[in-house]
Structure formats: structure tokens, C-alpha cells
């Protein structure tokens, strides 16, 4: 199952998410890593994503403080087939591990795709992504217009935002560059603001969370206990699939009423959640985490499955007691 990239080009209709594979930093002394990772199994985590057929890899300076990007260099550096994401506007202090605050000087983010560059061990970074959910229109335009400058230049493939808020996804139609948008989507927020948005564009949708931070990957149970320096502990104010360390009750309650659609077909609850996705959006890109070669495997095997079927997306509609979109909002 393919789609079209921000490019035209066809590729897997998954990509992999490198997040996790950051390993820890912080931000003000709290965590926002997923903890400890072991840097062999991360390598050999995309080399098996790779070796599957994806192409599409999502990261962002800010993961690991650069760490995510370093390891992305090592194993795709030497396949130019591979298109590397990476985001900009969150300053980071590798050696420390740290993220050093907000960047919006279009000079400083300039430098700092310098610095990706090196450390993806390329001459383009394919595609740049704001990292700044919600910065005013405004500040955001002195940034695309940088963008186009390196998009023209060959330095950036092409670029978009992350974020939650549909004015943004789809602003300064006039950049040309301006090919894709990353935005969360899953069976538990089905985010039809920001698709109506995006109806009628050209701008490829990436799909971030879209297993709900790990709930939809069928591992974390009720009692589960998360580590501390796992940002899904965190009392982060947009964290809601989490709650005190653990699942949050509302949506395991959900998860529950639906497990039994989602799995349909002999699907893992993880592959249900993808199909999921792929049934409501033709167009879409989910990039989920993964850790190990095993979870790579699993998430591969998912786009051999396909869609979910109509009568399982019609019983889901019914079950899920979602609650309302509401306002748009940093998720």
C-alpha cells in the first residue's frame, strides 16, 4: 500500500518515527525522552525499517538534542532513497542533552539546519518541519520565507509545519515549498478541523501519535506502571493518554469498547489503529514510533492488511465515546 510523498513520488503508506530512539533529555529539568535506549537496537531498528521498504523516517532536532538525527546519519546516510524529516525551532544543547528554549530567528534556525545536516550526514534535509505548534502567524512567516530561500538554494527538499491548528496547516499558500503537514490523528481523536483544512491541498498529511503515544500499541495495560524519566509521566499540560504515571482510565475505557474492531482480520490492536488511519485519510502518512526491530516488523506487517473495513469504521463510530474536538489546541 503506497502513498504520495511531498514530492509526487510513491512510497509505503508508514513511515517511522524517531522519538524514542532520541534516548533522554529534558527541557527545564524535566524529562521529555521515552528513557533509557540502547543505541545498537535503535540503529538495527531503522536498518530493519529501512530493509522492510519504508523511506519515510520522522525526527527533530530537538530529539535527544540531536542524538535521533546522529543515529539516522549512521544508518541512511549512504541511501538517498531514504527521506529524512527532521523539525526546527526548539534550541538544543547535545552535550548536555538539553532543549535550551523556543529559536524563531530565521539566522539561528538557518545555522542549526547546518548542524542537522551534519549529523544526517546529507547535502538536503528532504523535508523541514516548524516544530512550534502554535507560534503566531506572524512570528512563523520570517521562517517560511527562510525556508523557500533554502528550498531554492537545494538545501531543503521541501518543508511544513507540526502542528494541531488549521489556520496554520494552511497558511502562506504562496510558498511553493511548503509540501507537507504533520498532525495528530488517531481512533481516539479523529481531528476533522485541521482535515478540513487540508481538504483540497496538495499538502501531504503526516501522521504523528498516531497509536496515541503507545496505548493503541496493545502493550501498556491499566496497571502499568511508567518509568520516571519517561515523558508520559509527565504532567505536561497537552499529555492525555496518560495520567500519574499510568494509563489514563477515560481512554483505556474506550480502547476497550473498540479492541474487538480494531483487531479484526487477525490484526494486532497496533495494526488496527493503523488500518484505522489509512481507512479515514487516502492520503495520509502515520509515523509511529518504533524501538526494537520487532515492533518495525509488526508495523511493516500492518500495510500488507490494509484499511480497516468499512463495517468495522461504521461499528467504531458508534462505540467510541470520543469526546468533542473542541477548540484547536497544541496535541
Given at each position: 500500500?503506497?502513498?504520495?510523498?511531498?514530492?509526487?513520488?510513491?512510497?509505503?503508506?508508514?513511515?517511522?518515527?524517531?522519538?524514542?530512539?532520541?534516548?533522554?533529555?529534558?527541557?527545564?529539568?524535566?524529562?521529555?525522552?521515552?528513557?533509557?535506549?540502547?543505541?545498537?537496537?535503535?540503529?538495527?531498528?531503522?536498518?530493519?525499517?529501512?530493509?522492510?521498504?519504508?523511506?519515510?523516517f520522522?525526527?527533530?532536532?530537538?530529539?535527544?538534542?540531536?542524538?535521533?538525527?546522529?543515529?539516522?546519519?549512521?544508518?541512511?546516510?549512504?541511501?538517498?532513497?531514504?527521506?529524512?524529516?527532521?523539525?526546527?525551532?526548539?534550541?538544543?544543547?547535545?552535550?548536555?542533552?538539553?532543549?535550551?528554549?523556543?529559536?524563531?530567528?530565521?539566522?539561528?534556525?538557518?545555522?542549526?539546519?547546518?548542524?542537522?545536516?551534519?549529523?544526517?550526514?546529507?547535502?538536503?534535509?528532504?523535508?523541514?518541519?516548524?516544530?512550534?505548534?502554535?507560534?503566531?502567524?506572524?512570528?512563523?512567516?520570517?521562517?517560511?520565507d527562510?525556508?523557500?530561500?533554502?528550498?531554492?538554494?537545494?538545501?531543503?527538499?521541501?518543508?511544513?509545519?507540526?502542528?494541531?491548528?488549521?489556520?496554520?496547516?494552511?497558511?502562506?499558500?504562496?510558498?511553493?515549498?511548503?509540501?507537507?503537514?504533520?498532525?495528530?490523528?488517531?481512533?481516539?481523536?479523529?481531528?476533522?478541523?485541521?482535515?478540513?483544512?487540508?481538504?483540497?491541498?496538495?499538502r501531504?498529511?503526516?501522521?504523528?501519535?498516531?497509536?496515541?503515544?503507545?496505548?493503541?500499541?496493545?502493550?501498556?495495560?491499566?496497571?502499568?506502571?511508567?518509568?520516571?524519566?519517561?515523558?508520559?509521566?509527565?504532567?505536561?499540560?497537552?499529555?492525555q493518554?496518560?495520567?500519574?504515571?499510568?494509563?489514563?482510565?477515560?481512554?483505556?475505557?474506550?480502547?476497550?469498547?473498540?479492541?474487538?474492531?480494531?483487531?479484526?482480520g487477525?490484526?494486532?490492536?497496533?495494526?488496527?489503529?493503523?488500518?484505522?488511519?489509512?481507512?479515514?485519510?487516502?492520503?495520509?502518512?502515520?509515523?509511529?514510533?518504533?524501538?526494537?526491530?520487532?515492533?518495525?516488523?509488526?508495523?511493516?506487517?500492518?500495510?500488507?492488511?490494509g484499511?480497516?473495513?468499512?463495517?468495522?469504521?461504521?461499528?467504531?463510530?458508534?462505540?467510541?465515546?470520543?469526546?468533542?474536538?473542541?477548540?484547536?489546541?497544541?496535541?
Amino acid at each position: 500500500m503506497q502513498r504520495q510523498d511531498w514530492t509526487g513520488a510513491p512510497v509505503p503508506a508508514l513511515g517511522m518515527g524517531c522519538w524514542a530512539i532520541g534516548g533522554p533529555f529534558s527541557l527545564e529539568g524535566r524529562p521529555v525522552g521515552w528513557g533509557e535506549t540502547d543505541d545498537a537496537v535503535s540503529r538495527a531498528t531503522i536498518a530493519a525499517a529501512y530493509e522492510a521498504g519504508l523511506r519515510v523516517f520522522d525526527s527533530a532536532q530537538a530529539y535527544g538534542a540531536g542524538h535521533s538525527e546522529a543515529l539516522l546519519g549512521e544508518v541512511l546516510g549512504d541511501k538517498p532513497d531514504a527521506r529524512v524529516v527532521t523539525k526546527i525551532g526548539l534550541g538544543i544543547d547535545p552535550a548536555r542533552r538539553e532543549l535550551t528554549g523556543v529559536v524563531t530567528d530565521p539566522d539561528a534556525i538557518r545555522d542549526s539546519l547546518e548542524a542537522s545536516l551534519r549529523r544526517l550526514r546529507r547535502d538536503q534535509v528532504d523535508l523541514v518541519l516548524l516544530h512550534l505548534n502554535d507560534l503566531p502567524l506572524d512570528q512563523a512567516a520570517p521562517i517560511f520565507d527562510m525556508l523557500q530561500g533554502l528550498h531554492d538554494a537545494g538545501r531543503v527538499g521541501a518543508y511544513g509545519w507540526s502542528t494541531d491548528f488549521p489556520d496554520r496547516a494552511a497558511a502562506f499558500p504562496e510558498h511553493v515549498g511548503f509540501r507537507a503537514v504533520e498532525l495528530a490523528m488517531n481512533v481516539f481523536f479523529r481531528g476533522d478541523k485541521i482535515s478540513d483544512a487540508l481538504d483540497g491541498s496538495e499538502r501531504v498529511p503526516l501522521i504523528r501519535s498516531p497509536l496515541a503515544m503507545g496505548l493503541l500499541a496493545g502493550r501498556i495495560g491499566a496497571t502499568t506502571v511508567l518509568a520516571e524519566d519517561d515523558v508520559r509521566a509527565s504532567d505536561a499540560g497537552w499529555m492525555q493518554y496518560f495520567k500519574d504515571g499510568r494509563a489514563n482510565p477515560a481512554y483505556v475505557a474506550r480502547l476497550e469498547a473498540v479492541r474487538e474492531c480494531l483487531t479484526v482480520g487477525g490484526r494486532s490492536l497496533a495494526q488496527g489503529a493503523l488500518a484505522w488511519l489509512w481507512a479515514r485519510s487516502p492520503r495520509c502518512i502515520p509515523v509511529p514510533g518504533m524501538r526494537t526491530p520487532e515492533q518495525a516488523a509488526e508495523l511493516v506487517a500492518a500495510l500488507d492488511l490494509g484499511p480497516l473495513p468499512q463495517a468495522q469504521m461504521e461499528e467504531i463510530e458508534k462505540l467510541m465515546d470520543r469526546p468533542e474536538e473542541g477548540e484547536p489546541r497544541a496535541r
